[in-house]
């Protein structure tokens, strides 16, 4: 008995301690995080909407580059497309290009042969987001989410891919993967190269600004605006976009877990005649995290708002558009972990004729998608809703 209670003391303790941990931890980020205001950069942006599409372009723009390849991704996977890439940025480093990889520690799927062999050649690697004191627990959930190539800091991407095969529809799990990722040329990189360099200087502690970072830009005809976020702010400026909606919202996300003040606002817009879409993947690509999603369905199903689970494939683009007017694309979902604890880094659009490219897109998802009714809803087995309730315990973690 005595083996039990210590046990069980031992089990509360930990609790206790990781909940403090994370709260304290949550609560530093946010005394430390910047509000950024970006000004508004007019520039060509190609909407990529396919693995092919981004891998294509990508691989092209870094065989160009002819004094420095930046990139920072969640997650980097030594399989073909992943070693592909490392074929590219090593021939570019025997150039002499000045190749920076920065990888999230946690989504980092090369091998330490592999990234000492990196090294050796000539390409600097770093690990971002690493857990450390005094906040173990929260620095091993934060990650640094972002997405971002910069090529001569004349051509940057953003978006929802990652390096790995099954971005290319290469995992049988999940089949096609749908995601949407921008290539911008001109105004605006140096605001992609900022960050980079801000988040390489966390990682490595040392000064890296050199004049060849940020060349003269050419202009274009699309206004954007960068949008990065350390954990705080994502989610007031998510709220501000849906209540300018006056006609209509189209939302695309893999994980939907907003929160009740998103969620709110939701169903305000629909209360006040916006024709409201969500899309979201029919199949998790995590544990738990779909489920999370499914108590919030109702609410918004009884609210008039259009919920619709993609099928063929997996769904994970991060795009928002209201009326035509603005269309936000990025590495944000709309969940707690994106809102509150990851960094994140999006791309406001305010262009029609792309907006309406981008519209285009995700009705074709909306027309190989399927519609979620009330019916349906109600009608899920007993063990799904079980699952549901273990999830919104850990939702704000999914």
Known sequence: MNGWIITLFVVVAVLIWLRIDFKLGLRQQRKEATRHVQETRYSEVDLLPTGDDFFKRLLADIQQATNHVHLLFYIFREDHIGKK????????????????????KMGCKLSKKRIKELKKIGVRFAYSHPPSFPYIFFTFNRRNHRKLVIVDGCVGYIGGYNVGDEYL??????????????RIDGDGVQDLQEQFIQDWQTAKQNRMVKEAHYPRLKQGSIPLRILPTDGTYLEETFINLIKQAKESLVIGTPYYIP????????????????????????????????????????????????????????????????????????????????????????????????????LTELEHDIAISERLTIEAFRKRPLFQRGKEKVARLVSGLL
């Open 169 to 182: 529809g290469r995992d049988p799990k999940f089949g096609p993967w749908r995601d949407f990722h921008l």
């Open 85 to 104: 890439m490392l074929t590219i940025l090593e021939d570019k480093a025997k150039e002499g290009v000045d190749v920076r990889l920065l990888v999230d």
């Open 259 to 358: 929160g009740e003040e998103v969620q709110k606002e939701m169903i305000k817009a629909a209360e006040r005649g916006v024709d409201v879409k969500l899309i979201v993947p029919k199949k998790g690509d995590h544990p738990l995290v779909k489920e999370a999603a499914f108590p919030y369905f109702e609410p918004l199903l009884l609210a008039g708002i259009s919920v619709y689970q993609f099928y063929r494939g997996f769904f994970h683009a991060k795009v928002l558009v209201v009326d035509q007017q603005v269309c936000d694309i990025g590495t944000a979902n709309f969940d707690q972990r994106s809102f509150h604890i990851n960094h994140e880094i999006n791309c406001l659009i305010y262009d029609k004729t792309f907006i309406q490219g981008a």
